[in-house]
């Protein structure tokens, strides 16, 4: 038995976007794999497998990644009754430049010869306008359907200017779907994994309309890598993320490419965790171990903060950490490998790491000259023997080298016009740390930032002297050609010069939609030749918990993004304040700034 429900209150609307896209599309994607589901069901009702991938698109504009059109000929020979792919299926941007993006993905997955389902997903919708395109291209941004003993719920972790979980709205929907069904096994589909952030505040909600259903696993993607976040409350939590898309985690970490078959076998639902050319069980990367190799790497074992201000030099002891919180010891080495410019005394020592203590290893660490207090630093190797959830973890990490600056007090009002007349005694710091291109070849790109700050107010000003200005884009993806993009504490910005005049754009906030151009930041831009002044006062209530008082501090980095349009076979290149700002991957080290009296 195959059948399908969608919202009752997007019946109306489903059904003028059907008839309105017919002459551009012939029926949107949600209605061709329906109409292939019911014209071809499994041939037992309890007996089928299908397919679940998530984030197939890529990092730019056009060009899905080849990994993802081998995994649709991997589809077509695995003939699941279906596949599903947990969203982020283009790259996204504002709707004008959509099109060529939608074009392609519906010309690829045309080559699928089992019905094929899209999740919405944040690079797929980030506004109405988005929204508008996906209905009528795709079709419904929630529905579920019928295959055998078993409903399939899509659910929206993308409605507009809503916050980081599933509305009531949407939830009370599921709530009757559940209180009406029959099914044996309920699955649920969504993008970006609510489950896996804070359960009270994101997810709570869900979790509570699946008590006293047979809801058995509920799949999220966002995150690029594979995760089994392991049964709570009676429900399987799966994280996918590898249909293509970039990737920035340690494979160890479900940092690799791949899709999950999942098997139906009347009461019995097991999984495969596929990528090209293998099957791996689905403890391949558990939520323990994971946890346990982030402790090790990230808390476990290190340094103390090393705070060395802009332009000064290094000569002091500094500390190696090695936490043990297990209730045996263990026996290892600790050694340093050392750039040039810099020295570590001794470069090596053995060491016992008791159990249930920290251990405190002293070395001497200096710099030939203030110019050599740079990245890459010194940085730690050791083994760390003793791990509950698997073998021995390999530690390599980077002495906490943390460059410091004061931003001064504003004396008066700052106008945010892109002038900075009234910027005196405000220092610059020069970004020196270049990628894919050669920093030698300065009238190619330069750029220096610096800050002020007043109670209300933290102000900061990005110069930049560049052959090129160019910037064809707008909304999300603004990233590809000439902007800055900021990273202070927790908060993630794009400054832009867009054809429509200077954009703000938030990518990751507290308490705010994210993905979004922000009203709140003023932007002033400037542009006289080669130099372009990018000026902005960020409120207070859009750098909490940063507070602005004097003595306060908060971790910052940026990137100073390049594209040259006229030279069309160059890639992207940009200037970074700190290296791996651009990684894509979140840890990088960061300035501390000090708000000075």
């Not at 869900?206 to 995760?227: C, N, Q, T």
């Not at 710091?429 to 109670?455: C, G, H, M, N, V």
């Not at 594209?563 to 979140?586: I, K, M, Q």
């Amino acid at each position: 038995m195959i059948s399908r429900c969608i919202a009752p209150s997007l019946l109306l609307a489903i059904c003028l976007i059907l008839n309105s896209s017919k002459a551009a599309h012939s029926k949107p994607l949600i209605e061709q794999a329906m109409d292939r589901l019911n014209s071809n069901p499994p041939v037992s009702e309890e007996s089928f497998e299908f397919i679940v991938i998530g984030d197939s698109r890529s990092s730019k504009p056009v060009g899905l990644p080849e990994a993802f059109k081998k995994m649709i000929g991997e589809f077509n020979i695995l003939g699941p009754a279906f596949v599903i792919d947990c969203g982020d299926l283009i790259l996204g941007g504002a709707a004008e430049g959509l099109a060529p993006q939608w074009d392609e993905f519906e010309e690829v997955v045309s080559h699928c010869e089992v019905p094929f389902f899209p999740v919405t997903g944040n690079h797929d919708i980030s506004d109405e306008a988005t929204e508008q395109i996906w209905k009528e291209r795709l079709g419904p941004t929630q529905y579920s359907f019928r295959v055998g003993n078993s409903l399939f719920i899509a659910l929206n972790s993308e409605e507009v200017n809503a916050l980081d979980r599933i509305s009531d709205e949407q939830v009370e929907w599921v709530n009757n779907l559940l209180a009406n069904t029959d099914a044996e096994h309920v699955f649920c589909f969504m993008h970006k994994p609510y489950f896996a952030q804070d359960w009270d505040e994101n997810w709570a909600n869900m979790a509570e309309a699946f008590r006293d259903h047979p809801v058995k696993m509920v799949f999220g993607s966002d995150i690029h890598l594979y995760r089994n976040c392991g049964i709570k409350e009676g429900v399987q939590y799966v994280i996918t993320g590898g249909g293509g898309a970039p990737i920035h985690t340690p494979e160890e970490e479900g940092g690799f490419h791949h899709y999950l078959l999942v098997r139906v076998r009347g009461e019995k639902v097991s999984w495969s965790v596929i990528r090209p050319g293998s099957v791996l069980p689905p403890d391949v990367v558990t939520a323990d171990r994971v946890e346990e190799i982030r402790a090790i790497r990230q808390r476990w074992v290190g340094s103390e903060p090393v705070e060395v201000p802009y332009g000064e030099g290094l000569d002091r002891e500094v500390k190696a950490l090695i936490h043990n919180p297990y209730d045996t010891e263990f026996s290892s080495t600790l050694s340093w490998e050392v750039p040039e410019g810099w020295s570590v005394e001794p470069k090596e020592k053995a060491y016992t790491a008791q159990a249930e203590a920290t251990t405190e290893l002293v070395f001497h660490v200096r710099a030939d000259n203030p110019e050599s207090v740079r990245f890459p630093a010194p940085s730690l190797h050791t083994v760390f023997e003793k791990a509950k959830h698997g073998g021995p973890v390999e530690v390599d990490r980077e002495m906490s080298l943390v460059p410091t600056t004061v931003a001064q007090r504003a004396p008066g009002p700052v106008k945010i016009d892109g002038i900075l007349d009234d910027w005196e005694g405000a220092d610059p710091i020069a970004l020196t740390y270049a990628e894919s291109f050669d920093k030698k070849a300065k009238e190619d790109l330069e750029s220096q930032i610096r800050f002020q700050w007043s109670p209300g107010y933290f102000y900061l000003a990005v110069e930049t002297w560049d052959d090129e200005f160019y910037q064809p884009y707008a909304g999300d993806i603004v990233w590809l050609a000439d902007n800055v993009e900021l990273f202070l504490d927790t908060w993630s910005w794009g400054l832009s010069l867009t054809e429509k005049g200077p954009e703000v754009f938030l990518y990751w906030g507290v308490n705010r939609s994210r993905e979004t151009v922000n009203t709140e930041v003023q932007l002033g831009v400037q542009r006289d030749g080669r130099k372009t002044v990018y000026e902005a006062a960020f409120p207070q209530d859009v750098v909490l918990p940063f507070q602005l008082e004097a003595g306060n501090s908060c971790r910052f980095s940026m990137i100073m993004n390049d594209l040259d349009g006229s030279v069309p076979d160059r890639p992207r290149h940009w200037l970074e304040l700190t290296p791996g700002a651009g990684s894509g991957s979140g840890r990088f080290p960061r300035t501390k700034v000090i708000l000075g009296r």
